[in-house]
């Protein structure tokens, strides 16, 4: 007797009703294994949880054992994620991939906005950090304190202006951004549109032209057929 799922043939070559009692095996769209959220979701809850243990770990020891748990996996998270991306933007329309494509920019964006800000306040404070060592060593009393409140009032002043310039050019780029997409979404529509209205003012001129204009010469008759066929 063929146990369940097994395919069974008779001799001659049709299937027995067995085969057809088996089960079907449907594949999932998604990639399997470890994804951007799970990965991230698994790093919060290392941090966040304590196992039991009393006394607690140390909360940078728990950051050190879920970093070292999460970053063997991001590489394949975000080949998954990517993949699961793609696979769910082809699944919809043009509107689908148009929000794809507006979303990443306006992440890309910010996300290089970011990034450049905080490599300005690294070397901002790295740079402050050793003018002071170095003066400290060179100088003191009255002098150094003065020296100090003004290096720190032409930190801050050039942190403020690098903070509005980086925070300015992030708004500038995410609204061109937006109006480039809507206006280009825009424009498509209207020619769509435009084209759609042509084609029927077209037709409806091909048939109502015959109807106004009844003519008795062959040659027009002709030129009035050949328009009706093209339309």
């Known amino acids: 007797m ?5 395919e069974t043939e008779g001799s001659n070559g049709v299937f027995l009703q067995d085969d057809l009692n088996r089960p079907i095996k449907v594949e ?17 809850d290392g941090v966040l949880s ?7 770990r140390p909360f940078l020891r728990r950051v050190r054992i879920a970093a070292t748990d999460a970053a063997p ?13 793609v696979v769910w933007t082809r699944q919809g329309s043009s509107l689908r991939a148009l929000l794809v494509i507006t979303v990443g920019s ?11 800000f905080m490599l300005f306040l690294l070397a901002a404070t790295a740079n402050a950090v050793v003018i002071s060592f170095f ?22 002043g050039v942190l ?17 951004t937006l109006i480039a997409t809507v206006s280009a979404y825009s424009i498509g529509y209207l020619l ?40």
């Open 106 to 116: 306006i992440t890309l964006v910010s996300v290089t906005a970011v990034s450049v």
């Open 2 to 6: 063929a146990e369940w799922g097994e």
């Open 50 to 56: 304590t196992d039991g243990a009393y006394p607690p």
């Open 160 to 176: 403020c202006v690098a903070f509005f310039v980086i925070s300015t050019v992030t708004v500038s780029a995410i609204i061109a």
């Open 135 to 156: 003066v400290s060593l060179a100088a003191a009393g009255g002098f150094l304190a003065f020296f100090f409140a003004c290096l720190t009032a032409i930190y801050v």
């Open 28 to 44: 999932s769209i998604m990639s399997e294994g470890h994804t951007l959220p799970t990965v991230v979701r698994g790093f919060v």
């Open 73 to 85: 996996k991001l590489k394949d998270a975000s080949k998954n994620s990517a993949r699961d991306l």
């Open 192 to 231: 769509l549109f435009f084209l759609n209205l042509r084609f029927s003012l077209l037709c409806l001129a091909c048939d109502i032209l015959p109807l106004l204009l009844r003519p008795n010469l062959p040659w027009l008759d002709w030129i009035l057929s050949v328009s009706m066929v093209c339309c």
